[in-house]
């Protein structure tokens, strides 16, 4: 959501044109931005591992992960509103299996027409947001390799944006993947240069 949201605002800066390429912690990625919209591709994900059974809390529970730019763990649940996003979501997080760093948690319900409901667990922030783009891509690659999806896969986030996974994948390799959505301005400010001092 970040490299989306830097891709608009340097278009209407005239920093860039509609196409660019810039550098982040994760890799060189490319964005195009039309009016509102934003289709940003991602670096390639990497370290695909499905339905890996680990035990949380004393109970056995079935994840699959990949690192999308950071590293999410996946869970497939039947109700997403029953689900204690921040109890079981920081008990992965900091689950040894995904130690040192830990992982972001991604909680996916399929719904009707294909489409998934996503709540995360970031890292970081250490609570639920509103929505996570790496997530929401993690998200919709697992439910592809699990078989549940084809792209575009569309993703509701907790804050209620419905975002588009596109995907190229290969066997068990993502060739590309891009990751679509509106990005709305919503103040603009001046810092004066008292603030630095």
């Known amino acids: 959501n970040g490299g989306r949201c830097a891709a608009r605002f340097a278009h209407l800066k005239g920093i860039t044109g509609p196409s660019l390429t810039f550098e982040t912690l994760a890799g060189i990625l490319t964005a195009q931005v039309d009016g509102k919209r934003v289709k940003l591709e991602m670096?390639?994900?990497?370290?695909?591992?499905?339905?890996?059974?680990?035990l949380i809390d004393g109970k056995k529970e079935t994840l699959s992960s990949?690192?999308?730019?950071?590293?999410?763990?996946?869970?497939?649940?039947?109700?997403?509103?029953?689900?204690?996003?921040?109890?079981?979501?920081?008990?992965?997080?900091?689950?040894?299996?995904?130690?040192?760093?830990?992982?972001?948690?991604?909680f996916v319900q399929l719904e009707?027409?294909?489409?998934?409901?996503?709540?995360?667990?970031?890292?970081?922030?250490e609570n639920e947001t509103l929505a996570c783009g790496t997530g929401t891509v993690a998200s919709a690659l697992i439910a592809a390799f699990k078989?549940?999806?084809?792209?575009?896969?569309?993703?509701?986030t907790r804050g209620g944006e419905v975002l588009t996974v596109h995907f190229e994948?290969?066997?068990?390799?993502?060739?590309?993947?891009?990751?679509?959505?509106?990005?709305h301005i919503i103040y603009e400010?001046?810092?004066w240069e008292e603030a630095y001092q």
Do not use: C, Q, W
Not at 43 to 54: F, V
């Open 112 to 125: 009707k027409n294909s489409r998934l409901s996503v709540r995360t667990y970031e890292r970081g922030v």
């Open 169 to 183: 994948i290969e066997g068990k390799e993502v060739k590309r993947v891009f990751f679509e959505g509106d990005v």
């Open 189 to 191: 400010a001046e810092m």
């Open 66 to 106: 990949i690192n999308t730019g950071v590293p999410h763990a996946v869970k497939f649940v039947e109700d997403i509103e029953a689900v204690d996003v921040v109890g079981l979501g920081r008990l992965i997080r900091n689950h040894p299996h995904f130690a040192p760093a830990g992982t972001n948690a991604n």
């Open 43 to 54: 670096t390639k994900p990497h370290s695909l591992k499905l339905e890996e059974s680990l």
């Open 147 to 156: 078989g549940m999806v084809i792209s575009p896969v569309s993703v509701k």
